[in-house]
């Protein structure tokens, strides 16, 4: 078997392992063995191919890997789903008080509550949404 298969193996055998981890690290030896696997092809004789492997690894974890988890980081930091709710301005549709109600939040209608159980909002007014409990909008009138 020639070695530049071996090497195309053992990328493939990385990337597959990179799956399963989610390290930003082991894809990019994977990346290092490909690369290393068509120096192979190329000729490049073997103890040239562990200096190509080598170089390409640490390039791979010194430079790509900080960007790539910085942007998965980035990702993460976005709200989503209810979470992105919170915050933003709703239009009372049905009266608010502490036990129910109904509002529009970016489109939808949603079932909600007043932030304090003495308090009411009348159809019509605009409020914040402080929380989402459940499928309820908990909500205080915008100032």
Known sequence: ???????????????????????AAVGLLGG???ITGAAAALGLPLPLQFVVFAGASVA?????RPVAQRHLATARALPFGIDALVGKPGYVLEEVNGRDGRV??????????????????PAGATVDVLLIDGATAVVHPRE
Request: a negative charge; hydrophobic letters at 65%; charged letters at 20%.
């Open 32 to 34: 290092a063995a490909l």
């Open 1 to 23: 078997m020639d070695v530049w298969v071996i090497w195309v193996i053992a990328a493939v055998l990385l990337v597959v392992l990179e799956v399963f981890t989610l390290t």
């Open 60 to 64: 791979g974890v010194v430079l790509l």
């Open 104 to 121: 529009r939040i970016g489109g939808e209608e949603w079932t909600a509550r007043a932030s304090d159980e003495d308090l009411v909002i």
